[in-house]
């Protein structure tokens, strides 16, 4: 867990830790510096979907087929992804895949994340649609 809070560029103060689980108290911390320069974070929302479709197909195959990928790609996002978080995300030691204690904290959170980014699609696309905004009434 700590190897993960730190590869995320964060510290200890801005984690609760309970049961086991990871709750962030500032995120504003992991995008921008005490100099306002943009940190880059060490995932790509790609690399959350495909950590996503590895632990939902437990199969490194079943999952690049469902995402249209070659599985030499994903395996490769998979071990950046690793390498970038400096933890083990993923056990590889028996002949079916699974998530390590890591892999499934740091999975709760990409899936937090991919669903903020598609309801923030939404929204936008509702606004442009005129479907979403003020409603002016007058009695």
């Known amino acids: 867990m700590a190897k993960l809070v730190n590869a995320l560029g964060l510290d200890s103060s801005n984690f609760c830790f309970e049961s086991s689980s990871l709750s962030i108290r500032n995120f504003s911390s992991v995008f921008y510096s005490l100099n306002s320069t943009l940190v880059m974070l060490p ?60 892999g499934k904290v740091f999975l709760q959170y990409s899936e937090r994340i ?14 442009k649609n005129g479907e979403r905004g003020n409603c002016i009434s007058s009695i």
Do not use: G
Not at 43 to 72: M, Y
Not at 115 to 127: F, G, Q, T, V
């Open 43 to 102: 995932f790509t929302l790609q690399q959350l979907r495909i950590l996503k479709a590895v632990a939902a197909e437990k199969n490194f195959t079943k999952a690049a087929e469902f995402l249209h990928l070659s599985q030499p790609s994903l395996s490769k996002q998979i071990k950046t992804l690793e390498k970038n978080l400096d933890i083990l995300l993923i056990n590889r030691e028996t002949n079916q895949l699974s998530l390590t204690e890591n």
């Open 114 to 127: 991919l669903a903020l980014c598609e309801e923030s699609c939404r929204a936008l696309i509702d606004l």
